[in-house]
């Protein structure tokens, strides 16, 4: 694909300082940038590579002011990064554009529908009842179960599992590997010491504009919905348990597991290896810092939480310092000790 700088700016609404009619092939990063490629400078810890780079085009924020002069060609936007994942995902409508039809062998039951542009790749199979809107796009060997419905311009990826009865907004991404509707993890202890399954017969629901990445897990709930509400972006290798609600726009970072029945509030900041314990409710805004472990619910918006278990941020930092000094604080307390044993009695 090829467009000239013109017509990027256009498309990202940006002033183009410099020569307008050059042509541009691919997208890349500042430093690696060649002839034909478009950057973009958003962190200025990568400013010394603007002055270098062989990028035909450079994506700038409106407030940067050059140190001396950059041979790329401008495109002064309101914001740099914002712009180039604008132009990210006009790139990638492109590109998973060019995939449409049903390739064989794969399996589309009769009772299914579908609009138009749908893409089925090789080995997919799409069960009875399903509904998938316009431009879906479903890999090969991904598994979606009977009564799934799916919104417009969605992709299933590459050996997804969706399970029966799950509901699956617009514009959404389910990266390869995982799995959407599964039993939540419910088993009722008995006297005798075994335990008895609980049937699982709630759903997932998917709001528009949510994310999944690769190998996460979200289990349907016991009865009711299992919701990931709209815009939220959840990383690879995550747990989410049944009738766990998860806010809009919250972000929750890789090998993190959110326990049954826990409702995170919108706007929340998940770290890495975050875990949190059922029937907790956490409050709008809330961050919480990698490696944490949340066991009580999180009542005052905007609280950033560390530690295992977590606790407010600062406090625990404070807490780490002391706990640092333990090994020297110990060792001082044993040298009183021997002074006070070495002194006779009053």
Do not use: W
Request: glycine fraction near 10%; proline fraction near 4%; hydrophobic fraction near 40%.
């Amino acid at each position: 694909m090829e467009f000239t700088v013109q017509q990027i700016a256009e498309v990202l609404r940006g002033e183009v300082r410099g020569d307008h009619l050059q042509k541009v092939y691919r997208l890349a990063k500042i430093q690696e940038a060649q002839p034909g490629e478009i950057a973009f400078l958003s962190n200025l810890k990568y400013e010394p590579f603007a002055y270098t780079t062989q990028a035909t085009a450079l994506i700038i924020s409106r407030d940067f002011v050059p140190k001396q002069a950059i041979s790329a060609s401008l495109i002064v936007v309101e914001d740099a990064y914002t712009a180039f994942s604008q132009l990210l995902e006009e790139y990638q409508k492109l590109t998973l554009n060019e995939k449409q039809g049903i390739e064989q062998p794969s399996y589309l039951a009769a009772t299914a529908t579908h609009g138009e542009g749908l893409y089925l790749g090789a080995f997919a199979y799409v069960g009875q009842r399903v509904r998938l809107g316009q431009h879906v796009k479903i890999y090969p060997q991904a598994y979606i179960g009977d009564n799934v419905t799916i919104g417009d311009h969605t992709v299933v990826y590459a050996g997804a599992k969706i399970y029966a009865d799950t509901q699956i907004g617009r514009h959404c991404t389910i990266h390869a590997g995982a799995v959407i509707g599964s039993d939540g993890f419910g088993f009722a202890p008995q006297p005798d010491g075994s335990y008895r399954t609980v049937p699982q017969v709630g759903n997932v629901i998917l709001e528009d504009f949510v994310d999944i990445g690769a190998n996460t897990t979200i289990d349907r709930a016991t009865m009711g919905h299992t919701v990931v509400e709209q815009g939220a972006k959840l990383d690879n290798l995550i747990q989410i348990a049944h009738n766990v609600r998860v806010g809009r726009h919250t972000v929750i970072a890789a090998q993190s597991g959110v326990s049954g029945s826990t409702e995170l509030g919108p706007n929340c900041v998940v770290a890495g290896q975050v875990g949190i314990i059922g029937h907790l409710k956490i409050a709008e805004g809330t961050t919480i810092a990698a490696q944490s472990g949340v066991g009580k619910s999180v009542t005052k918006p905007g609280s950033t939480l560390q530690g295992s278990p977590a606790f407010e941020h600062r406090d625990s930092l404070k807490s780490y310092v002391l706990y640092r000094k333990l090994p020297e604080l110990v060792a001082r307390l044993e040298a009183l000790e021997k002074m006070a044993k070495a002194q006779p009695p009053a």
